[in-house]
Protein backbone atom coordinates (compact mmCIF):
# COMPACT_ATOMS: atom_id res chain seq x y z
CA UNK A 1 0.00 0.00 0.00
CA UNK A 2 1.76 3.48 -0.94
CA UNK A 3 0.40 7.09 -0.30
CA UNK A 4 -1.59 6.42 2.41
CA UNK A 5 -1.87 7.74 5.92
CA UNK A 6 -4.05 5.18 8.14
CA UNK A 7 -4.19 1.74 9.55
CA UNK A 8 -5.01 -0.81 6.63
CA UNK A 9 -6.53 -3.96 7.69
CA UNK A 10 -7.34 -6.63 5.11
CA UNK A 11 -10.42 -9.35 5.11
CA UNK A 12 -10.95 -12.06 2.77
CA UNK A 13 -14.42 -13.68 1.74
CA UNK A 14 -14.29 -16.29 -1.02
CA UNK A 15 -17.88 -17.49 -2.75
CA UNK A 16 -18.65 -19.88 -5.44
CA UNK A 17 -18.52 -17.04 -8.33
CA UNK A 18 -15.90 -14.14 -6.99
CA UNK A 19 -13.66 -13.73 -4.50
CA UNK A 20 -13.53 -10.27 -2.30
CA UNK A 21 -11.08 -8.44 -0.38
CA UNK A 22 -12.31 -5.90 1.49
CA UNK A 23 -9.09 -2.78 2.25
CA UNK A 24 -9.91 -0.71 5.13
CA UNK A 25 -8.44 2.34 7.24
CA UNK A 26 -6.83 3.71 4.18
CA UNK A 27 -6.79 7.45 5.76
CA UNK A 28 -7.77 8.97 9.03
CA UNK A 29 -8.96 12.22 6.70
CA UNK A 30 -9.91 12.37 2.94
CA UNK A 31 -7.88 11.40 0.17
CA UNK A 32 -8.08 12.37 -3.12
CA UNK A 33 -4.43 11.70 -4.56
CA UNK A 34 -3.82 8.51 -6.46
CA UNK A 35 -2.90 5.44 -3.84
CA UNK A 36 -1.79 2.24 -5.42
CA UNK A 37 -2.29 -1.39 -3.69
CA UNK A 38 -0.56 -4.50 -4.30
CA UNK A 39 -2.07 -8.12 -3.60
CA UNK A 40 0.58 -11.07 -3.57
CA UNK A 41 -0.24 -14.93 -4.22
CA UNK A 42 -2.85 -14.26 -6.68
CA UNK A 43 -4.00 -16.63 -8.86
CA UNK A 44 -3.75 -16.09 -12.70
CA UNK A 45 -6.85 -17.32 -14.41
CA UNK A 46 -6.22 -21.06 -16.13
CA UNK A 47 -6.23 -20.63 -19.55
CA UNK A 48 -5.03 -17.65 -22.12
CA UNK A 49 -7.53 -14.75 -22.99
CA UNK A 50 -10.31 -16.06 -20.41
CA UNK A 51 -11.77 -12.32 -20.08
CA UNK A 52 -11.60 -12.15 -16.43
CA UNK A 53 -12.34 -9.26 -14.53
CA UNK A 54 -11.50 -7.23 -11.50
CA UNK A 55 -13.73 -4.68 -10.41
CA UNK A 56 -12.57 -2.14 -8.01
CA UNK A 57 -15.45 0.30 -5.95
CA UNK A 58 -14.37 2.77 -2.70
CA UNK A 59 -17.13 3.25 -0.24
CA UNK A 60 -17.58 5.17 3.11
CA UNK A 61 -17.64 3.52 6.22
CA UNK A 62 -21.18 3.70 6.20
CA UNK A 63 -20.50 1.56 2.72
CA UNK A 64 -22.28 4.58 0.55
CA UNK A 65 -20.15 3.71 -3.00
CA UNK A 66 -17.62 6.98 -4.14
CA UNK A 67 -16.52 5.30 -7.43
CA UNK A 68 -15.82 2.18 -9.35
CA UNK A 69 -14.06 0.78 -11.64
CA UNK A 70 -13.36 -3.00 -13.81
CA UNK A 71 -10.07 -3.85 -15.70
CA UNK A 72 -9.88 -7.53 -17.65
CA UNK A 73 -6.86 -9.18 -16.93
CA UNK A 74 -4.54 -9.24 -20.16
CA UNK A 75 -0.96 -11.00 -21.03
CA UNK A 76 -1.42 -14.50 -19.82
CA UNK A 77 0.34 -17.23 -21.35
CA UNK A 78 -0.16 -20.47 -21.44
CA UNK A 79 1.89 -22.85 -19.10
CA UNK A 80 4.66 -24.63 -21.30
CA UNK A 81 4.52 -28.98 -20.16
CA UNK A 82 7.84 -29.47 -17.72
CA UNK A 83 9.26 -31.43 -20.05
CA UNK A 84 8.49 -32.46 -23.97
CA UNK A 85 10.47 -35.16 -25.92
CA UNK A 86 10.23 -36.39 -30.17
CA UNK A 87 12.12 -38.92 -31.31
CA UNK A 88 12.33 -41.12 -34.04
CA UNK A 89 11.89 -44.61 -33.31
CA UNK A 90 13.23 -45.93 -36.83
CA UNK A 91 14.88 -43.75 -39.39
CA UNK A 92 16.30 -40.27 -38.40
CA UNK A 93 17.98 -39.92 -42.38
CA UNK A 94 16.39 -36.90 -44.32
CA UNK A 95 13.76 -37.61 -47.01
CA UNK A 96 13.15 -41.11 -45.13
CA UNK A 97 9.73 -42.19 -43.92
CA UNK A 98 9.70 -42.46 -39.88
CA UNK A 99 7.18 -42.94 -37.23
CA UNK A 100 8.34 -41.50 -33.44
CA UNK A 101 7.45 -40.99 -29.93
CA UNK A 102 6.09 -37.55 -28.49
CA UNK A 103 6.24 -37.72 -24.63
CA UNK A 104 4.13 -34.47 -22.34
CA UNK A 105 5.16 -33.96 -19.08
CA UNK A 106 2.50 -32.32 -17.73
CA UNK A 107 2.24 -28.99 -15.77
CA UNK A 108 -0.78 -28.34 -15.11
CA UNK A 109 -4.16 -31.28 -14.17
CA UNK A 110 -5.38 -32.64 -17.72
CA UNK A 111 -9.48 -32.91 -18.03
CA UNK A 112 -11.08 -35.31 -20.54
CA UNK A 113 -13.35 -32.84 -21.93
CA UNK A 114 -9.72 -30.91 -22.78
CA UNK A 115 -9.03 -31.00 -26.16
CA UNK A 116 -4.68 -31.34 -27.82
CA UNK A 117 -4.02 -29.62 -30.80
CA UNK A 118 -1.07 -30.39 -32.96
CA UNK A 119 0.48 -27.59 -35.17
CA UNK A 120 2.16 -29.81 -37.37
CA UNK A 121 5.41 -28.95 -39.78
CA UNK A 122 4.36 -29.65 -43.61
CA UNK A 123 6.31 -32.86 -43.47
CA UNK A 124 3.95 -34.58 -40.28
CA UNK A 125 0.78 -33.41 -42.26
CA UNK A 126 -0.39 -37.15 -42.64
CA UNK A 127 0.29 -38.03 -39.45
CA UNK A 128 -1.50 -40.57 -37.73
CA UNK A 129 -1.90 -40.44 -33.92
CA UNK A 130 -2.19 -42.92 -31.17
CA UNK A 131 -1.36 -42.71 -27.44
CA UNK A 132 -0.90 -45.37 -24.70
CA UNK A 133 -2.63 -42.86 -22.27
CA UNK A 134 -5.87 -42.77 -24.27
CA UNK A 135 -7.25 -45.92 -25.96
CA UNK A 136 -9.71 -44.01 -27.96
CA UNK A 137 -9.91 -40.77 -29.14
CA UNK A 138 -11.05 -38.35 -32.12
CA UNK A 139 -8.71 -37.02 -34.40
CA UNK A 140 -10.13 -34.09 -36.85
CA UNK A 141 -7.39 -32.64 -39.49
CA UNK A 142 -7.58 -29.15 -40.90
CA UNK A 143 -4.51 -28.04 -43.01
CA UNK A 144 -1.84 -28.52 -40.84
CA UNK A 145 -3.82 -29.22 -37.31
CA UNK A 146 -4.60 -32.08 -35.84
CA UNK A 147 -7.04 -31.51 -32.94
CA UNK A 148 -7.19 -34.70 -30.49
CA UNK A 149 -10.45 -34.85 -28.65
CA UNK A 150 -13.47 -36.95 -26.80
CA UNK A 151 -10.80 -38.83 -24.49
CA UNK A 152 -12.74 -41.65 -21.96
CA UNK A 153 -14.26 -40.05 -19.28
CA UNK A 154 -12.03 -42.47 -16.96
CA UNK A 155 -10.54 -41.74 -15.94
CA UNK A 156 -11.78 -37.89 -15.86
CA UNK A 157 -8.54 -36.29 -15.07
CA UNK A 158 -4.90 -36.87 -15.66
CA UNK A 159 -2.66 -35.22 -12.55
CA UNK A 160 0.36 -32.90 -13.72
CA UNK A 161 3.58 -34.29 -13.79
CA UNK A 162 2.09 -37.23 -15.30
CA UNK A 163 3.63 -38.27 -18.73
CA UNK A 164 1.16 -38.38 -21.84
CA UNK A 165 3.00 -40.78 -24.73
CA UNK A 166 1.80 -40.50 -28.08
CA UNK A 167 3.51 -42.32 -31.21
CA UNK A 168 3.01 -40.45 -34.67
CA UNK A 169 3.77 -42.57 -37.79
CA UNK A 170 3.40 -41.83 -41.85
CA UNK A 171 6.20 -39.22 -40.89
CA UNK A 172 8.80 -37.93 -43.32
CA UNK A 173 11.81 -36.74 -42.23
CA UNK A 174 12.69 -33.05 -43.91
CA UNK A 175 14.33 -32.77 -46.83
CA UNK A 176 17.81 -31.63 -45.10
CA UNK A 177 18.79 -31.38 -41.11
CA UNK A 178 17.26 -27.95 -40.84
CA UNK A 179 15.66 -27.75 -37.70
CA UNK A 180 11.71 -27.86 -37.70
CA UNK A 181 9.17 -27.17 -35.56
CA UNK A 182 5.75 -29.20 -33.66
CA UNK A 183 3.45 -26.81 -31.67
CA UNK A 184 1.85 -29.01 -29.00
CA UNK A 185 -1.29 -27.19 -27.56
CA UNK A 186 -4.08 -28.29 -24.53
CA UNK A 187 -7.22 -26.28 -24.97
CA UNK A 188 -9.77 -26.01 -22.09
CA UNK A 189 -13.35 -24.66 -22.87
CA UNK A 190 -11.70 -23.38 -26.25
CA UNK A 191 -8.76 -21.47 -24.18
CA UNK A 192 -5.23 -21.74 -24.41
CA UNK A 193 -3.94 -24.05 -21.34
CA UNK A 194 -1.24 -25.84 -21.78
CA UNK A 195 1.64 -25.14 -24.78
CA UNK A 196 5.44 -25.87 -25.76
CA UNK A 197 7.07 -26.06 -29.16
CA UNK A 198 9.05 -29.34 -30.15
CA UNK A 199 11.80 -29.21 -32.19
CA UNK A 200 13.40 -32.31 -34.37
CA UNK A 201 16.41 -32.71 -36.83
CA UNK A 202 17.18 -35.26 -39.49
CA UNK A 203 20.65 -36.50 -39.59
CA UNK A 204 22.27 -36.08 -43.31
CA UNK A 205 22.25 -38.82 -45.67
CA UNK A 206 25.01 -40.35 -47.75
CA UNK A 207 26.05 -39.68 -51.38
CA UNK A 208 25.15 -42.61 -53.53
CA UNK A 209 29.23 -42.12 -55.70
CA UNK A 210 31.11 -39.42 -55.45
CA UNK A 211 34.42 -39.23 -58.05
CA UNK A 212 36.88 -37.06 -59.41
CA UNK A 213 38.69 -37.66 -62.78
CA UNK A 214 41.95 -35.33 -63.07
CA UNK A 215 43.09 -34.16 -66.14
CA UNK A 216 47.26 -35.88 -64.53
CA UNK A 217 46.75 -38.00 -61.95
CA UNK A 218 50.59 -36.95 -61.17
CA UNK A 219 51.23 -35.66 -57.26
CA UNK A 220 50.92 -31.77 -57.05
CA UNK A 221 49.43 -31.59 -60.56
CA UNK A 222 47.21 -28.41 -60.81
CA UNK A 223 44.89 -28.61 -63.68
CA UNK A 224 41.59 -29.17 -64.95
CA UNK A 225 39.08 -32.12 -63.08
CA UNK A 226 35.87 -33.45 -63.55
CA UNK A 227 33.49 -34.56 -60.10
CA UNK A 228 30.43 -36.90 -60.76
CA UNK A 229 28.11 -36.97 -58.09
CA UNK A 230 25.38 -39.80 -57.74
CA UNK A 231 22.44 -39.28 -55.63
CA UNK A 232 19.25 -41.19 -54.50
CA UNK A 233 18.52 -38.44 -52.85
CA UNK A 234 16.23 -34.78 -53.54
CA UNK A 235 18.85 -32.19 -53.65
CA UNK A 236 16.75 -28.97 -53.46
CA UNK A 237 16.90 -25.57 -55.67
CA UNK A 238 19.39 -23.93 -55.45
CA UNK A 239 21.74 -25.77 -53.14
CA UNK A 240 25.25 -25.31 -53.01
CA UNK A 241 27.94 -28.06 -53.61
CA UNK A 242 30.92 -27.81 -51.44
CA UNK A 243 34.28 -30.15 -51.71
CA UNK A 244 36.80 -29.84 -49.05
CA UNK A 245 40.52 -30.61 -50.09
CA UNK A 246 42.83 -32.47 -47.39
CA UNK A 247 44.79 -30.58 -44.94
CA UNK A 248 47.92 -31.52 -46.65
CA UNK A 249 46.65 -29.51 -49.14
CA UNK A 250 47.21 -25.94 -49.34
CA UNK A 251 44.55 -24.69 -52.54
CA UNK A 252 44.70 -21.07 -53.89
CA UNK A 253 41.66 -18.85 -53.31
CA UNK A 254 40.07 -18.53 -57.01
CA UNK A 255 37.67 -15.47 -57.62
CA UNK A 256 33.96 -16.82 -58.67
CA UNK A 257 34.52 -18.20 -62.27
CA UNK A 258 32.00 -20.15 -64.98
CA UNK A 259 32.48 -24.09 -64.69
CA UNK A 260 34.27 -25.72 -67.79
CA UNK A 261 30.79 -27.94 -68.38
CA UNK A 262 28.44 -29.23 -66.13
CA UNK A 263 25.40 -32.11 -66.87
CA UNK A 264 22.37 -33.30 -65.02
CA UNK A 265 21.21 -36.42 -65.80
CA UNK A 266 23.05 -35.58 -69.24
CA UNK A 267 20.86 -32.25 -69.91
CA UNK A 268 23.76 -29.29 -69.93
CA UNK A 269 24.22 -27.11 -66.36
CA UNK A 270 23.44 -23.39 -67.95
CA UNK A 271 24.89 -20.76 -65.70
CA UNK A 272 27.21 -22.82 -63.12
CA UNK A 273 29.98 -21.20 -61.43
CA UNK A 274 32.64 -22.24 -58.75
CA UNK A 275 35.24 -20.54 -56.47
CA UNK A 276 37.86 -21.76 -53.73
CA UNK A 277 38.23 -20.47 -50.97
CA UNK A 278 39.48 -21.74 -47.11
CA UNK A 279 40.68 -24.85 -49.20
CA UNK A 280 37.16 -25.36 -50.53
CA UNK A 281 35.93 -25.95 -54.14
CA UNK A 282 32.07 -24.34 -54.12
CA UNK A 283 29.81 -24.58 -56.43
CA UNK A 284 26.68 -22.64 -57.10
CA UNK A 285 24.13 -21.94 -59.93
CA UNK A 286 24.05 -25.76 -60.48
CA UNK A 287 20.09 -26.78 -59.56
CA UNK A 288 18.08 -24.29 -60.96
CA UNK A 289 15.05 -27.39 -60.07
CA UNK A 290 14.85 -30.25 -57.15
CA UNK A 291 16.77 -33.02 -58.79
CA UNK A 292 18.41 -36.51 -58.05
CA UNK A 293 20.22 -38.11 -60.02
CA UNK A 294 24.06 -38.08 -61.82
CA UNK A 295 25.62 -34.68 -61.86
CA UNK A 296 29.07 -34.13 -63.71
CA UNK A 297 30.73 -30.79 -63.50
CA UNK A 298 34.73 -29.43 -64.25
CA UNK A 299 36.67 -27.10 -63.43
CA UNK A 300 40.11 -26.03 -64.37
CA UNK A 301 41.77 -25.36 -60.91
CA UNK A 302 41.96 -28.37 -59.48
CA UNK A 303 44.78 -29.42 -57.08
CA UNK A 304 46.20 -32.96 -56.51
CA UNK A 305 47.28 -34.44 -53.40
CA UNK A 306 51.59 -33.38 -52.97
CA UNK A 307 52.14 -37.51 -52.26
CA UNK A 308 51.27 -40.92 -52.88
CA UNK A 309 49.69 -41.02 -49.42
CA UNK A 310 45.96 -42.06 -49.98
CA UNK A 311 43.95 -38.58 -49.53
CA UNK A 312 40.23 -38.00 -48.73
CA UNK A 313 38.48 -35.29 -50.49
CA UNK A 314 35.12 -34.40 -48.41
CA UNK A 315 31.53 -33.05 -50.26
CA UNK A 316 28.67 -31.89 -49.05
CA UNK A 317 25.56 -30.44 -50.12
CA UNK A 318 22.88 -28.07 -48.56
CA UNK A 319 19.75 -26.96 -49.04
CA UNK A 320 19.63 -23.10 -50.21
CA UNK A 321 19.86 -22.00 -46.25
CA UNK A 322 23.33 -24.11 -45.85
CA UNK A 323 21.44 -26.67 -43.81
CA UNK A 324 23.18 -30.33 -45.09
CA UNK A 325 21.22 -32.58 -47.16
CA UNK A 326 23.99 -35.04 -47.46
CA UNK A 327 27.74 -35.82 -47.48
CA UNK A 328 30.55 -38.41 -49.13
CA UNK A 329 33.98 -38.68 -49.67
CA UNK A 330 36.64 -40.09 -52.18
CA UNK A 331 39.87 -41.03 -51.46
CA UNK A 332 42.00 -39.82 -54.43
CA UNK A 333 45.69 -41.70 -54.66
CA UNK A 334 48.08 -40.05 -56.84
CA UNK A 335 50.62 -41.39 -59.04
CA UNK A 336 54.74 -40.01 -58.33
CA UNK A 337 56.21 -38.15 -61.21
CA UNK A 338 59.48 -38.29 -63.07
CA UNK A 339 62.40 -36.00 -62.05
CA UNK A 340 62.93 -33.52 -64.80
CA UNK A 341 66.27 -35.53 -64.76
CA UNK A 342 68.64 -37.74 -63.19
CA UNK A 343 72.10 -38.86 -64.24
CA UNK A 344 74.92 -41.16 -62.91
CA UNK A 345 78.97 -40.94 -63.13
CA UNK A 346 81.51 -42.81 -61.14
CA UNK A 347 85.18 -42.23 -60.41
CA UNK A 348 86.38 -45.38 -62.17
CA UNK A 349 84.49 -47.20 -64.75
CA UNK A 350 86.91 -50.15 -64.46
CA UNK A 351 85.56 -54.10 -63.33
CA UNK A 352 85.36 -54.69 -59.95
CA UNK A 353 87.39 -51.29 -59.23
CA UNK A 354 87.46 -50.19 -55.53
CA UNK A 355 86.95 -47.20 -53.32
CA UNK A 356 85.13 -45.78 -56.14
CA UNK A 357 82.58 -42.34 -55.79
CA UNK A 358 79.60 -42.48 -57.22
CA UNK A 359 77.08 -39.38 -57.80
CA UNK A 360 73.75 -39.31 -58.82
CA UNK A 361 72.70 -35.91 -60.35
CA UNK A 362 68.71 -35.26 -59.82
CA UNK A 363 66.51 -31.90 -60.60
CA UNK A 364 63.27 -31.90 -59.04
CA UNK A 365 60.69 -28.97 -59.38
CA UNK A 366 59.00 -29.68 -55.69
CA UNK A 367 60.58 -30.06 -52.35
CA UNK A 368 60.95 -33.69 -50.80
CA UNK A 369 62.53 -34.72 -47.46
CA UNK A 370 63.88 -38.06 -48.76
CA UNK A 371 65.78 -39.61 -51.89
CA UNK A 372 66.17 -43.35 -51.87
CA UNK A 373 68.55 -45.24 -54.63
CA UNK A 374 68.07 -48.52 -55.36
CA UNK A 375 71.72 -49.63 -55.74
CA UNK A 376 72.00 -52.52 -58.99
CA UNK A 377 72.85 -56.21 -57.23
CA UNK A 378 76.16 -56.47 -59.17
CA UNK A 379 76.92 -53.27 -56.93
CA UNK A 380 78.54 -53.28 -53.55
CA UNK A 381 79.02 -50.87 -51.30
CA UNK A 382 81.55 -50.73 -48.54
CA UNK A 383 80.77 -49.89 -44.54
CA UNK A 384 82.53 -46.43 -44.75
CA UNK A 385 80.48 -44.81 -47.41
CA UNK A 386 78.45 -43.05 -44.78
CA UNK A 387 81.42 -40.58 -43.90
CA UNK A 388 81.72 -40.00 -47.82
CA UNK A 389 77.90 -38.87 -48.28
CA UNK A 390 77.17 -35.44 -49.96
CA UNK A 391 75.84 -32.70 -50.10
CA UNK A 392 75.84 -31.35 -46.78
CA UNK A 393 72.20 -30.43 -47.66
CA UNK A 394 71.12 -34.03 -46.29
CA UNK A 395 71.08 -34.01 -42.95
CA UNK A 396 72.61 -38.12 -43.21
CA UNK A 397 72.73 -41.20 -45.81
CA UNK A 398 71.85 -44.98 -44.51
CA UNK A 399 72.10 -47.96 -46.31
CA UNK A 400 69.71 -51.15 -45.66
CA UNK A 401 69.86 -54.08 -48.13
CA UNK A 402 70.42 -52.39 -51.98
CA UNK A 403 68.70 -49.17 -50.75
CA UNK A 404 70.88 -46.43 -49.81
CA UNK A 405 68.79 -43.56 -48.37
CA UNK A 406 69.25 -39.81 -48.19
CA UNK A 407 67.67 -37.70 -45.58
CA UNK A 408 67.17 -34.01 -45.86
CA UNK A 409 64.48 -30.89 -46.06
CA UNK A 410 64.86 -29.96 -49.90
CA UNK A 411 63.41 -27.80 -52.10
CA UNK A 412 63.00 -27.94 -55.69
CA UNK A 413 66.22 -27.62 -57.49
CA UNK A 414 69.32 -29.26 -58.72
CA UNK A 415 71.21 -31.89 -56.26
CA UNK A 416 74.26 -34.04 -56.73
CA UNK A 417 74.12 -37.00 -54.27
CA UNK A 418 77.89 -38.70 -53.97
CA UNK A 419 78.76 -41.85 -52.12
CA UNK A 420 82.25 -43.37 -51.51
CA UNK A 421 83.58 -46.63 -50.60
CA UNK A 422 81.88 -48.91 -54.08
CA UNK A 423 83.22 -51.51 -55.76
CA UNK A 424 81.87 -51.72 -59.69
CA UNK A 425 80.70 -54.53 -61.42
CA UNK A 426 82.29 -57.50 -62.50
CA UNK A 427 81.57 -57.22 -66.14
CA UNK A 428 81.77 -54.40 -68.77
CA UNK A 429 78.08 -56.08 -70.04
CA UNK A 430 76.44 -54.76 -66.82
CA UNK A 431 73.27 -52.78 -67.68
CA UNK A 432 71.66 -52.57 -64.71
CA UNK A 433 69.80 -49.46 -63.52
CA UNK A 434 70.09 -47.22 -60.67
CA UNK A 435 66.30 -46.83 -59.51
CA UNK A 436 65.27 -42.95 -58.05
CA UNK A 437 62.36 -42.00 -56.25
CA UNK A 438 61.59 -38.79 -53.78
CA UNK A 439 59.30 -38.75 -50.86
CA UNK A 440 57.96 -35.98 -48.66
CA UNK A 441 57.30 -37.34 -45.23
CA UNK A 442 57.96 -40.98 -46.39
CA UNK A 443 55.52 -40.64 -48.94
CA UNK A 444 56.58 -41.04 -52.61
CA UNK A 445 56.38 -38.04 -54.94
Do not use: H
Request: charged share 5%; net charge neutral; aromatic share 10%.
Amino acid sequence: MANTTGTISCSYAPSSNQQVITISGLTTSSLSSAFSVMISSILVPPTVNSSESISIYSQWSNGIQIDTCTTTIIGEVAAPFQSTSFTSNDNTTVQSSFSAMMKLTLSRTFYYQDSIVLTLPSQFSSAQVSSINFPTFVPTQNLNTLTLSSFPSSPNTIASNSVLSFTLSGLTNPLSIVPISLIVSIYRSNQLYQQSTLTYSAVAGLISSFSISASSNFVYNSGSASFTIKSNLTISLNSPITITYPSTISASNVATTNILSGSLDGTMVANGSYQINNNQIIFSKIYTTNFAGTTILSIGNFLNPPTVQPSTYLISLADASGYTIMTGSYIFIASTKALLSNSVSASSLKVLDTGVTYTINIAANYGFTSVSILIPSDISIGSYYASTCAPNSFSSCSLSGNNLTFIGSLVAGNYALSWGYTTNPNSMQSTASFLVYTYLQGWGV
